[in-house]
């Protein structure tokens, strides 16, 4: 009897399951009041804008966020929890799946065109996903993209990714994926900003809250949040100046 009430308890101490699952972007869930990100993909940023298939802007990052709340939310969803998101701690890192079906969310999203294979948590078990997707131009693939982990770090010079790229129109093209003013996603307000002085702490750059005194005088931040959770996350730190009453 002891050692089925052990066997249980490690059980529900690396798995969660409910039908509530809160989508927070396209690779990021949260579930019974666990944020999981998805193991082994890499998915757009809430705020990221990509290129369609017919040269125009497209708020990529709220798609995908769409796609996988069309795959999960009012289901019944199982999380294994492979342990803490080395990039931010008060995250899990899980394999998350519809009770009843054998294909993961993780390899779905991968498969619809909608996030990539991210090596090396990857170990490659999505390549074929991605090279069926980018066949098929689906998703991400129909149009122009950077990679998901290039633009959360602000690297302009990276890869262009998908079929509608033009080699002859590359600088326009960064300049719409690196808007210089990026639209504000709805709902989301918290305003980050890239800063050399954010690597003393370890961060990429810092994020204002509305109240802070230095909210309303940056009027071209480099990123948008919804919460203060996501811009940590994404390795941005609190201005100093939003104080006890930045809300």
Known sequence: MRVLILILA??????????????????TLQLAGVTYRLDGIDAPEFDQICIDEHADTWACGVEARDQLAKLSVGREIRCGDLGADPAY???????C????????LNQLVVRQGFALNFDPAAKGRFKEDEASAKDKRQGLWKGC?????DFRRGRKDGALLGDSCRADKDREIRAVLFAEQPAMPPGCNIKGKFAVRARVTGNRGVYHLRGCR???????PDRWFCSEEDAQAAGFRKAYNCGAKGK
């Open 97 to 104: 799946t519809v009770v009843g079906e054998t294909t993961s």
């Open 145 to 149: 993209f950077v990679a998901p982990s």
């Open 214 to 220: 230095s909210y309303p005088g940056l009027t071209e």
């Open 10 to 27: 490690v059980l529900s101490a690396s798995q969660s399951w409910a039908a509530g699952a809160v989508v927070k972007d396209g690779g």
């Open 89 to 95: 701690k008060k995250r899990r890192i899980g394999v």
